[in-house]
């Protein structure tokens, strides 16, 4: 029996696909794969039983992937399948820069009771005049699955769109209108923008990309939409820039203490793939991966281990996954350890990715327990699984 714990709620249409050998369980500590939303994992311990980990989501900033990588674990996460819930958002915000709606909905909240409201709000509305969002510029930084979703849509508003992302995929680029400006420098897209959207991952690199320089940049009255991680901007800045009116909005997706302090922000409580078709197909698609993986051995996927894959187990045959480190003379003595035992091996895979391999090979027989001792004694290697 494999166990899956989910450490946040996880769709039925995802869990419904775990096979008749699985089973969730409450119990973290005998888990063989997690499932995961935005749970925080960076403090947390991992079992020895513990093989794999899918993020239903993108962002994968929650999940410790150099230790996991360390302790043998893959990590997997859902790439494009909340794309669209969170391009629907971010048009919605545009609009909640562009046009005094929140306001206008506070307005009318307190003044419900009101039994001239109606008269009222034709008085009052003036204040919450906006402007509109055809033939404005707007700068998207970074251009994957929901950057460049993003961008087409605006296309199609009619809005003037200009794509920053160096290391933008060949796939993304296909997907992408040829309207959408190519923008080399990113200080470009801070000067000349109107609205600017984020779409790039929390980490090393990206962390406070939208600094004092970036809000200094801005051209007064700039719209700034963050649906991406609350870390990519530097709090302080963007807290001086709405102050002084540089910002004309700040609408982010996360509610942290210091924005929630800010003066015209517009902010969200992580709404962005909560929708049930996000919620439905991340799950989906994290529960085959973890199926693949615990089954197969394939990988599809991961962002801590390189992609591999080899099919499904052929019928009655036998297949072994050995992670290890990326490094000179390691697949030699795998080979050589089943060699010694009078294996042979019919196929074999390797990749790496970083500082971490991964080899999976089918073999001719039951693979010999003493072939496995002897590569779990072997330094560089983290994990050794049969796996049919
Ligand atoms: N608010 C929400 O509920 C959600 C938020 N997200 C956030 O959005 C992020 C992006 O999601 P996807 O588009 O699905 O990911 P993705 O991996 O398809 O796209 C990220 C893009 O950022 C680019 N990039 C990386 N570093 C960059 C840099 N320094 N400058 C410019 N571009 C850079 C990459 O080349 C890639 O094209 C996620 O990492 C996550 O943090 C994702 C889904 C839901
Ligand atoms: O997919 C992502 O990166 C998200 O931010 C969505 O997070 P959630 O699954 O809604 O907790």
Redesign the pocket.
């Known amino acids: 029996m494999q166990y899956i714990h989910c450490l946040n709620n996880i769709s039925k249409y995802g869990t419904d696909l775990l096979p008749d050998t699985y089973e969730l369980t409450e119990e973290f500590d005998k888990s063989t794969g997690v499932l995961v939303r935005s749970a925080a994992m960076h403090d947390m311990e991992f079992p020895e039983s513990l093989l794999a980990i899918a993020r239903a ?3 994968v ?1 929650n999940i410790p992937l150099d230790r996991c990588a360390e302790e043998g674990i893959v990590v997997f996460n859902t ?2 399948a ?2 669209n819930a ?1 391009k629907e958002i971010v048009i919605c915000g545009l609009l909640l820069g562009s046009r005094g709606i929140v306001e206008g909905i506070e307005w009318c909240r307190e003044n419900a009771d009101d039994e001239n409201i109606a008269k009222a709000a034709e008085k009052a509305k003036k204040a919450f005049a906006g402007r509109e969002i055809l033939g404005k510029k707007l700068g998207v ?7 460049a979703q993003v961008a087409n849509t605006a296309i199609d508003l009619g809005m003037d769109v200009y794509g ?6 060949v796939g ?1 680029a296909w997907r992408m209108s040829s309207e959408v400006h190519h923008v080399t420098n990113l200080d470009d897209i801070f000067r000349e923008c109107d609205y600017i959207t984020i ?4 980490m090393e ?2 962390i406070g ?1 939208v600094d004092a320089h970036a809000c200094e940049l801005m051209k007064d009255g700039a719209v700034f939409l963050n ?3 609350d870390t990519l901007v530097a709090n302080a800045a963007m807290a001086a820039a709405l102050e002084s009116g540089k910002v004309h909005a700040y609408i982010t ?1 996360f509610a942290v203490p210091e924005v929630m302090r800010m003066n015209g922000a517009i902010v969200l409580p ?1 709404l ?2 909560s929708t049930a078709e996000a919620e439905d197909n991340c799950a989906i698609m994290a529960v085959r991966e973890l199926v693949n993986y615990i089954e197969n051995g394939n990988i599809v996927n991961s962002v801590n281990y390189p992609a591999c894959d080899m099919g499904a187990c052929p019928a009655g045959g036998h297949r072994v996954a050995v992670m290890h480190k990326n490094v000179p003379n390691t697949v030699s003595q795998i080979t050589n350890a089943f060699g010694e035992e009078g294996v042979n091996i019919e196929n074999l895979t390797n990749k790496s990715r970083g500082d971490f391999a991964y080899t999976l090979l089918d073999i001719d027989q039951e693979a010999p327990e003493a072939a496995i001792a002897k590569l779990n004694s072997i330094d560089d290697i983290r994990r050794v699984r049969v796996v049919c």
């Open positions: 989501g993108a962002g900033n790439p494009g909340n794309a969170v930084i970074g251009l994957g699955a929901i950057g920053y992302d160096p290391y933008v995929s993304a779409h790039v991952p929390a690199g990206t990309m649906f991406s991680r997706d992580h962005g793939a």
